[in-house]
């Protein structure tokens, strides 16, 4: 958190502000919590790793049947979007652009936004092919302006059906450009 975001604190822990929905781009449950469990990044995600060795994860993993996992406590600090993990809860769903999330998972999803929300006072809700809009934005902290990585998850149209399914609850989404 200090190198990265410039923040020193006693212990790792996130002042919700935001939730980022991703997909794993893993086929399975169990692979992708395999893939998120160990503390240290395998190697064979290096450009990652030279930036920092913590694995990525987040604090949410929804199966495809909608099933809710918790893997982190919601305020705990997890490594899933780049310049934002300090505000943000992260939402992972089993699925990838070949296997689009399901139905289930988009209540899931609902539901999880609200609990959230009505819990931290959520402000923000994007996908986390999204997140380079807030570069330059007053959560935005990231030291170094080249560590970006391309993102696709969790699909427009995903993103398109939960913002009108959580439209009561006014999340705003990423700055205009
Ligand atoms: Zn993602």
């Known amino acids: 958190m200090e190198k990265r975001h410039g923040l020193v ?3 790792p822990y996130i002042k919700p502000k935001m ?4 997909w794993t781009a893993i086929p ?3 692979q ?3 893939a998120m469990n160990p503390v240290h990044l395998p190697g064979s995600r290096s450009n990652l790793g030279a930036v920092s060795a913590l694995n990525v994860s987040a604090q949410f993993l929804v199966d495809r049947d909608g099933t809710i996992f918790q893997q982190l406590p919601d305020t705990a600090f997890a490594r899933h979007v780049i310049g934002l993990n300090h505000s943000a809860i992260g939402v992972e769903n089993v699925g990838s652009a070949k296997s689009p999330l399901t139905k289930a998972q ?4 609902e539901e999880l936004i609200r609990y959230l929300t009505k819990r931290y006072g959520i402000e923000y809700l994007i996908g986390h092919y999204e997140y380079k809009l807030f570069i330059g934005h007053e959560l935005w902290k990231e030291s170094d302006p080249n560590y970006l990585t ?3 998850d969790p ?3 995903f993103m398109q059906k939960i913002r009108k399914r959580t439209k009561d609850l006014e999340l705003k ?5």
């Open 19 to 22: 939730i980022v929905l991703h």
């Open 9 to 11: 604190q006693d212990s």
């Open 28 to 30: 399975t449950l169990e």
């Open 173 to 177: 989404g990423p700055p205009a450009r």
């Open 32 to 34: 992708s919590f395999d």
């Open 150 to 152: 391309e993102k696709t």
């Open 106 to 109: 988009l209540k899931a999803n």
């Open 155 to 157: 699909g427009e149209s």
